[in-house]
């Protein structure tokens, strides 16, 4: 085997120019040392740490997403049975000169809201109906060309799974209402 090849094989440099004298690399490759941590680094690593484990522990003891990322994990801690249902909540508005209410996309671009954001306050938002103004509110402010609704429907549709699919019609049940102001 010729020198270059031993040299790409061994990670070698070429031999020093200087006769006699072995040059940095014609000595043995020596593995450097990692320089450790300070003290300051190890305690705010470990203050971050302790930090979001706090406020994990208390979003899963207070069952809320209001410490997003670190709230509630419940929606990852359950199976869903095969031969359940469903559910998703819905909103619907009734517009004047309209027969039925018209069901309005759940979202920040619709109503100002997004339908977890909700769905994480559902019995408070039932047991408080007059929470849904907001709502209104926003969907008048968003879309400026479109009539005032004048009730709010708070609702939720329930899909009957049979081996994990759907059978039937979804059931559509009313929530909650309110006159908007």
């Given at each position: 085997?010729?020198?270059?090849?031993?040299?790409?094989l061994?990670?070698?440099?070429?031999?020093?120019?200087t006769?006699?004298?072995?040059?940095p690399?014609d000595?043995?490759a020596?593995?450097t040392?990692p320089?450790?941590?300070?003290t300051?680094?190890?305690?705010?690593?470990?203050g971050?740490t302790?930090v979001?484990?706090?406020?994990?522990?208390?979003g899963?003891?207070?069952?809320t997403?209001?410490?997003f990322?670190?709230g509630?994990l419940?929606?990852?801690?359950?199976?869903?049975?095969?031969?359940g249902?469903?559910n998703?909540?819905c909103?619907?508005?009734?517009f004047?000169?309209?027969?039925?209410?018209?069901?309005l996309?759940?979202n920040?671009d619709?109503?100002?809201?997004?339908?977890?954001d909700?769905e994480s306050?559902?019995?408070?938002?039932?047991a408080n109906?007059e929470?849904m103004?907001?709502?209104?509110d926003?969907?008048?402010?968003?879309?400026?060309?479109e009539p005032?609704p004048e009730e709010?429907?708070l609702?939720?549709?329930?899909?009957?799974l049979?081996?994990?699919?759907?059978?039937?019609?979804?059931?559509?049940?009313?929530?909650?209402?309110w006159?908007?102001?």
């Open positions: 085997m010729d020198e270059k090849k031993r040299r790409l061994t990670n070698r440099k070429p031999p020093s120019d006769a006699g004298e072995p040059g690399a000595r043995p020596t593995a040392k320089k450790p941590m300070s300051w680094s190890i305690i705010w690593r470990l971050a302790a979001a484990l706090i406020i994990l522990t208390c899963q003891f207070l069952n997403n209001d410490f990322p670190l509630s419940t929606q990852y801690a359950t199976a869903k049975d095969l031969n249902t469903v998703s909540t909103i619907e508005a009734q004047p000169g309209e027969d039925e209410p018209r069901r996309g759940f920040t619709t109503v100002g809201i997004e339908r977890g909700i306050q559902l019995d408070r938002v039932i109906p929470l103004q907001t709502m209104a926003s969907f008048e402010r968003l879309h400026p060309d005032k709010m429907i609702c939720r549709t329930v899909t009957q049979e081996n994990g699919r759907s059978v039937g019609e979804p059931e559509h049940k009313v929530l909650a209402t006159e908007v102001q």
